[in-house]
């Protein structure tokens, strides 16, 4: 979890920290047609420095139209990726999901000093929800994608639409247009109220239980990670407690409907400031800040909020005590009964650090919730990806169900989530979701996990219900009977079997 700030060295009056320079990924080149593409590769279980490989892609942006392709969620890597850029196109779909997670980026965005516009994609399910958040907000929506099978059919391959599809090349030739004009209107963005924060008191979660606690992943967003965990939470017994650790991009609770008991805010460490009186300008604070977070600006020094980690290296080294601090509220976190049991769940801040520790906060509540309620076993949502959020969703789990889709990227994103589980010695096994998209794929994933040991759950045909229970506010076990939710059912029961003693093998 080390950030590699090098606080500890300057702090440490023996001199007894060892510092050497570590990889923590890799950049690499290509092309496809007449375009360049460089991208980032992060090693595992190196989460915390994923801003930094962000950085170092982007110090490949050339003159010329650039595009960056953002992680998911609101925090410090899709702040780095969306800094100083000079247009944001959020793209969001017309569900429940969907437009919380569009109104946690616009937050996000306009924090940032810049106005987004809006792109909705699988358009034609019923837009009324978006489109009137994006008029009240006065965001402008610059297009939308159909709700087309053959999109997603042709994206699991790894190919272009616009190759694949011919008549959509004109659709994304008139839209691409309409990005590239809007990127040169610099659009004054809509400021952003400062959030009011009540009372802070510190409240202790310690247990000395532990839960049997099952964690649903996956390496990439979009897979239907949450919409399984909903279907499974309403399948378990009574003796489960419920967690969402995806608290940059919390959903769960829109399906959960929770009643809430207890609520308070998160402090995720400090927030540090430079006193322009007591400064002598010597510069000792930017010389060893890592995060590039100190900068001058009309002969001042400053420290810029969304860069800072809130290590404090710029404080030990000051010899004037020009640099003040103050704890950070970073989020919010909720302690809530449902229909299904009790739920601990939390929201980070858009663009707040320290995700990884939220989440082992939500975890933390989980197990109160469970030795107060007098439950024995959990079931959480983890994190999408391989950052620091989804190792702290990870730790003391017993057991790991990852959710994949056969599509190029969900397969590049299951084998590194599967080496994260495997770096843990965790037990788990795999869920292929939306499985007729490409059944090749599909088979290939099969053929995977056989050679590496590892259990294949079940295949979950692509359904357009989820969405509508989505609208409903349902999950999809409770809101029809049908093929799919037979299929569900039968792969709760080999997850609750499979519980105590399965083993994974990569």
Sequence with gaps: MCHGCGACKLACPQDAFVEEEKRIGVIKKGRTSNLEVYFGILEITEGTKTPRLVRKVKEYIDEGINILDSPPGTTCPVVETVRDCDLCVLVS???????????????????????????????????????????????????????????????????LVIEKIHNYRKVFEELGEKIIKKAEE???????????????????????????????????????KTSLVACFSALADKDFVFSDCDVDASDLYLIFSPQLEEKGYFIGGYEFEIDSNKCKGCRKCEEVCRFEAVFKKEDKYFIEPSLCEGCGACSL???????????????????????????????????????????????????????????????????????CPVISSLAGADYVVVVTEPTVSGIHDMERVLRLVYHFNLPGAVIINKYDLNKKLSDYIKEFCEVNNIEVLGEIPYDENFIFAQKKFLSLVEYIDDKTTEIIKGIWKKIYSYFKDAHLSL
């Design 93 to 159: 779909d017309p569900t429940p999901f969907g437009l919380n997670d569009l109104k946690l980026a616009v937050e996000m965005t306009r924090s940032l000093s810049l106005e987004p516009v809006v792109l909705i994609n699988r358009a034609g399910i019923d837009e009324r929800d978006i489109k009137r958040y994006c008029e009240e907000e006065n965001l402008e929506i610059i297009g939308e994608i159909p709700n087309d099978l053959e999109i997603a059919k042709v994206y699991s391959q790894g190919e």
């Design 186 to 224: 610099k659009k004054v963005p809509k400021k952003v109220e400062k959030r009011k924060i009540e009372k802070i008191t510190k409240k202790d979660f310690s247990s000395s239980k532990k839960l049997k606690e099952i964690v649903v992943i996956s390496g990439k967003g979009g897979t239907g």
């Design 317 to 387: 080294v000051c010899e004037f005590d020009a640099i003040g601090k103050q704890k950070k509220v970073c989020g919010e976190y909720f302690l809530a009964s449902t229909r299904f049991g009790p739920f601990s769940f939390a929201k980070l801040f858009p663009g707040e650090e320290n995700t990884g520790k939220l989440v082992s906060w939500v975890r933390e509540i989980q197990t109160y919730l469970g030795e107060k309620k007098r439950k024995e076993k959990a079931l959480s949502d983890g994190s999408p990806g391989l950052g």
